[in-house]
């Protein structure tokens, strides 16, 4: 299933979100729990286990929350009830998740004990009822599959807090608040241990993260197989990267659908329309990447043998005219098309939608044609099919934006689809008179891609019979199952479905649900063309070199899969090596000795005995059996890796897996061991006998001039001998004069913190604790000038450099995708440090104007708060984000040093001209202490009054309502400009000069619609104070608000008037006295009581924008290569 995002303020009835991505797994303690009451309890989980019906286990849960008002939880859980078998509980945020609407949510009280890949699927509704009218009750319904990444599925905006907690609408009474969950459950198919390929024949494809809909649509395209053919068709050569050639790909993904036993990953061709990992995880619309895909193809099969095959299955045409009623003028335009936008709304099936698609229009009235000579012409203007391609993608407008409620809303309406779709109906109602009409078009449905889900995202699967059989298949994602055609064609109609109850005596009512998985794209093949289309395609079809290359990735994976298989016969033996140490230190490491994944390693089975195992390093390494000595690593407790002692004759008796588990504590299949050889006159030499007096160290070289350190040698030495005895071979192993000064340091260890200390030469080894494996470090010993000129002038400077150097790559929050430079920095670097080389990068003087912003390393964008100036200690606390460190931070150059910034406010105003209809943003930038006064003093210097001496007030909007008239001495420290809209105008004359009985009223646009049973205002457009005078009638007021807002006369007399409160109409003829509507003075706020033009918005909409967090169809799709 797909992942998403909580959703935008906006209401909606078919709304379904996903869970609230902030909850913990597994239950949360309530501070004060509230009293609860079980309506209905089933069956338990073993009774339904032996019940071999699908038919869903229902039940309605009430929970009675008391002293609602008083619940200080951001989080409030219901008792656990039992559906199904399975425990379920309602979750709720009392004062909303992140918005202002009550969050609700069914949750699965035991997600966090239950096993390893567990699903569950059920269709539910939740309410909160009205205690003054049932039938004004809220209930929202939804269905979901329910495991371990979503266990909670629900509606974050499911009712404005504003109605929840308004005691006159009837929810809240006592303080007492009643949830109900309707819950059905159906039993799901064991997919984790469900082979496809054994059931069915076929395979499905792995979800990246939210890339179910590409799924749906590529098994749709590779089940057509004269498409597949073409796709192997196409050239592509042996030196192509599937990552970076779309047609190597999508060769390579349908190659593994055809011949693969497994799920296929969709990767390489997400990589091919470079796509990243962000990409992957948001939903697209299907129909748009069918379009955008398709036209990519047809572009890369252009010069090919399959130029034009593109067109050749999916391309119709049809033929737009106007033809005048009156006179002899007929205009007609041919267009192509891929597929078809067929209504939903309003339409019981497809070939109503065709009805409607080809209706005719009568241009007539206000609205005649212009036919040119003719002048203004009575005409008719309609849609002619020429001819329809061979395979018929129709795409059903599921989605479609409410103009009423500004808004995307999904239609969940049944509608029907034939099996055979005879588009000859009618004598050929839909074909222009130029149609072939030899041209038989007679369909048979091949394919249903199915959305289930809301407006706000959800998941897609298809219902495909690849051969034209009667056995349907649906490929979900991974699944592929056996399906009867009534789930393939009636279930996903769509429309309302009833589920019976199974505890009557609790509940009377069957519940209705609305039906959220329904069809989305059709796909139609002609009959005439159908051999031709479900064509044979084999091997022979596809490229060799493209045969060659995934018959090896293919065996590559067998062998990968059979390795693992047989990994428990097997040890790996990892063997370091003097020459391992010469290659990694200094270049790849600095700390211990070796990179144990970079050295040699055998597989070896675990009966072969340790003796024979040296014959194989002989044979590796050119190293006689007897010239060998194999020490055992061990981790000491500082978290260091050291070679720690010999193996014992005994020990290389014993077979290689038992030595594996004396050696190692954690059980894993590795073996981790040092080669010790002597060399001498280029071959080896028998060993040196080791007793226990005898300490194996290492030595590592350091060099400040250059800033190097490298591995020079091993060396045994007594316990009881001191270092200064040893000085003349440390020279000659790094070249020195036998005389040179040298200093001594041990590397003790480097993690959390660099230890390496300074040895004494004249103290033994013993006294100094220096035993097996460890590791000392020399250099020259150095004059006080000479340190000085040197960045790290010894040992533990220079590994305490290493340690925390970091590499940190800068970019611009204005483009945060691109990385603009890197710097080398360290991890302790202060605030200060890390501007001031920002700073000198970049050019800036004032080091004080560089603001920096961390890193997201789940989102891998830039977090919403910048670093505030010197909040960070070190570097380290800058890249940190929870448990991961990243490498990337977003630097901005301000106009003004940072520690000044922080202390203004910046608001922003809109500014509504007096006279001109403009609305200008402005950026107004003051002292936190500032006023409001301030705010439209600055305002005046940057805009145009109407006259010198205008007078200005800021007023709060929010959902096209005023809240307040800021008083000119309110401070703006606390004023939010994030949620609500300021609005700064000029204060009208007539204002001024109020008389005792006049009054000063809100008057706000709206809309009525009918939702939850009952009649619902919707407000819109800009909102306006007006002056009404003592007597004045609804028609004198009319005069000046037509003339305020220069309505023609045409539309303003449709317009009606209204006293609103509370948000109910109550509608004012001519003649009435409108200040006697507003004398109450102990209402709630100003914005209660408004007067109401009721009109339809005709307004140029704003596009459909939300959250940028959500997954959503807003992006649209693009291939970039």
Request: contains cysteine; glycine residues 4%.
């Amino acid at each position: 299933m797909t992942m998403m995002n909580p959703p935008p303020l906006d209401q909606e009835d078919e709304e379904m979100l996903v869970p609230n991505t902030e909850l913990v797994q597994g239950p949360q303690p309530l501070e004060g729990s509230q009293p609860m009451e079980i309506i209905a309890q089933p069956e338990t989980a073993n009774t339904l286990e032996n019940q071999p019906n699908d038919e869903p286990q229902t039940s309605r849960f009430t929970w009675t929350i008391e002293n609602f008002s008083r619940l200080n939880t951001r989080k409030h859980y219901s008792e656990v009830f039992i559906v199904g078998g399975y425990k379920w509980r309602v979750l709720i945020f009392p004062k909303g998740n992140n918005v202002d609407y009550l969050s609700m949510y069914l949750d699965v009280a035991d997600s966090a004990t239950l096993p390893y890949g567990w699903s569950r699927y059920a269709q539910f509704s939740l309410s909160v009822v009205n205690h003054v009218h049932t039938k004004l009750t809220i209930r929202k319904e939804t269905q979901h599959q329910f495991n371990a990444r979503e266990s909670d599925w629900g509606f974050t905006s499911f009712m404005p807090l504003s109605e929840l907690y308004d005691p006159t609408r009837g929810f809240l009474v006592n303080d007492t608040c009643v949830v109900e969950a309707d819950v059905a459950v159906r039993r799901v198919i064991d997919y984790w241990t469900y082979d496809s390929k054994k059931e069915t024949g076929y395979v499905g494809l792995k979800n990246q993260g939210a890339t179910c809909y590409m799924n749906s649509l590529l098994q749709t395209l590779y089940h057509i197989p004269y498409f597949r053919k073409a796709v192997y068709h196409m050239p592509t050569t042996e030196n192509d990267m599937p990552s970076g050639s779309i047609p190597l790909a999508l060769q390579s993904l349908f190659y593994k659908l055809q011949y693969n036993d497994t799920s296929v990953s969709t990767k390489e061709l997400t990589r091919s329309f470079g796509w990243d990992t962000y990409d992957s995880f948001m939903q697209h619309d299907v129909q748009e990447l069918n379009r955008v895909l398709c036209e990519k193809l047809e572009d890369k099969m252009k010069g090919t043998v399959v130029e034009g095959t593109i067109q050749q299955l999916f391309e119709g045409h049809n033929m737009n005219y106007i033809e005048c009623i009156n006179v002899d003028l007929k205009s007609t335009r041919k267009e192509s098309f891929y597929d078809l936008q067929l209504d939903v709304k309003g339409c019981r099936d497809v070939y109503a939608s065709f009805d409607k698609y080809v209706e005719v229009e009568r241009l007539e009235g206000d609205n005649k044609y212009h036919a040119e000579e003719h002048g203004l012409q009575d005409a008719k203007k309609g849609v002619l099919f020429i001819d329809f391609p061979p395979v018929l993608q129709l795409q059903l407008k599921r989605f479609e934006y409410d103009f009423m409620r500004d808004t995307m809303v999904k239609i969940n309406d049944r509608y029907e689809f034939p099996l055979q779709l005879d588009l000859d109906r009618e004598d050929g109602k839909y074909l222009s008179p130029e149609a072939d009409k030899s041209v038989r078009n007679l369909y048979t449905l091949h394919g249903v891609l199915v959305h289930s889900g809301g407006v706000h995202g959800g998941h897609y699967y298809a219902f495909i019979r690849p051969t034209l059989s009667d056995q349907w298949f649906k490929f979900d994602d991974e699944r592929v199952t056996k399906e009867d055609m009534k789930r393939a064609l009636e279930e996903q109609y769509g429309g309302e479905e009833e589920l019976p109850q199974t505890n009557p005596r609790f509940n009377n009512t069957p519940f209705k649900f609305t039906k959220y998985s329904n069809a989305y794209m059709l796909v139609y093949i002609r009959e005439s063309d159908k051999e031709k289309i479900i064509c044979n395609v084999d091997e022979k079809d596809i490229a060799e070199h493209l045969r060659i290359r995934l018959k090896k990735e293919q065996e590559e994976k067998e062998d990968k899969r059979r390795y693992k298989a047989q990994a428990h016969l097997y040890t790996i033996i990892k063997v370091a090596r003097d020459e391992d140490l010469m290659q990694q230190i200094g270049k790849d490491i600095y700390f211990d000795l070796v990179d144990h994944e970079r050295v040699r390693s055998f597989r070896i089975q675990k009966q072969m005995p340790f003796n024979l195992f040296k014959e194989e390093v002989a044979k590796e390494f050119g190293i006689p059996v007897q010239f060998q000595r194999f020490w055992i690593w061990a981790k000491r407790q500082n978290h260091t890796y050291r070679p720690n002692r010999p193996l014992t004759p005994h020990e290389e008796a014993q077979s290689v897996g038992q030595l594996r588990e004396v050696s190692n504590k954690t059980h894993n299949a590795e073996l981790k061991l040092f080669l010790e050889v002597e060399i001498g006159d280029r071959n080896p030499i028998p060993l040196p006998d080791k007793t226990k007096e005898d300490i194996l160290l290492f030595f590592k070289l350091y060099d400040p001039q250059k800033e190097e350190l490298r591995f020079v040698g091993r060396l045994f030495v007594k316990s009881s001998g001191k270092p200064h005895e040893i000085l003349t071979k440390l020279n000659e192993m790094a070249g020195f004069s036998p005389e040179e000064e040298i200093e001594l340091y041990e590397e003790i260890k480097f993690e959390p913190n660099v230890m390496c200390e300074r040895i004494d030469k004249r103290a033994t080894f013993r006294f100094s604790q220096i035993e097996d494996g460890d590791i000392i470090c020399f250099q020259k010993s150095s004059s006080h000038e000479s340190e000085e000129q040197c960045r790290y002038p010894d040992v533990p400077s220079f590994l305490e450099y290493v340690h925390n150097r970091q590499i940190v790559h800068f970019r611009s929050l204005e483009r945060p995708k691109e990385d603009d430079f890197c710097l080398e920095l360290s991890k302790l670097h202060t605030y200060d440090d890390v501007v001031e080389r920002v700073a000198y990068r970049l050019g800036v003087n004032d080091p004080s104007k560089i603001r920096l912003t961390p890193h997201n390393c789940y989102s891998q964008q830039p977090k919403p708060h910048p670093i505030k100036y010197r909040a960070a200690e070190r570097l380290l606390e800058m890249l940190v984000h929870y448990n991961q460190t990243s490498d990337i931070l977003y630097y901005e150059v301000l106009d003004i040093p940072l520690p000044e910034l922080q202390c203004l406010k910046t608001l922003k105003v809109a500014f509504h001209h007096a006279t001109k209809d403009e609305v200008v943003i402005h950026n107004i930038r003051l002292p936190r202490q500032s006023t409001v006064g301030d705010v439209l003093n600055e305002l005046k210097k940057k805009v145009e009054l109407s006259h010198a001496n205008a007078e200005l007030r800021m007023v709060e909007v929010f959902y096209h309502k005023m809240y307040k008239i800021f008083p000119l001495n309110e401070k703006i420290e606390n004023i939010n400009d994030q949620y609500w809209t300021l609005r700064a105008e000029e204060v009208p004359e007539e204002e001024k000069n109020l008389g005792p009985l006049d009054r000063l009223i809100h008057v706000y646009h709206f809309t009525k619609e009918t939702g939850q049973n009952q009649m619902q205002v919707q407000n819109f457009g800009e909102p306006f104070f007006l002056v009404i005078h003592e007597g004045e009638t609804l028609a004198d007021v009319k005069v000046r608000i037509q003339k305020k807002l220069q309505v023609p006369d045409e539309e303003f007399t449709k317009w009606k008037f209204a006293f609103m409160s509370l948000g109910r109409p109550e509608y004012l003829q001519d003649s009435d006295i409108v200040s006697n509507r507003f004398q109450r003075r102990d209402i709630y706020g100003a914005w209660e009581q408004y007067l109401g033009l009721e009109h339809s918005d005709t307004a140029p909409k704003r596009s459909y924008a939300i959250s940028q967090n959500r997954f959503t169809f807003e992006k649209p799709v693009k291939i970039y290569n």
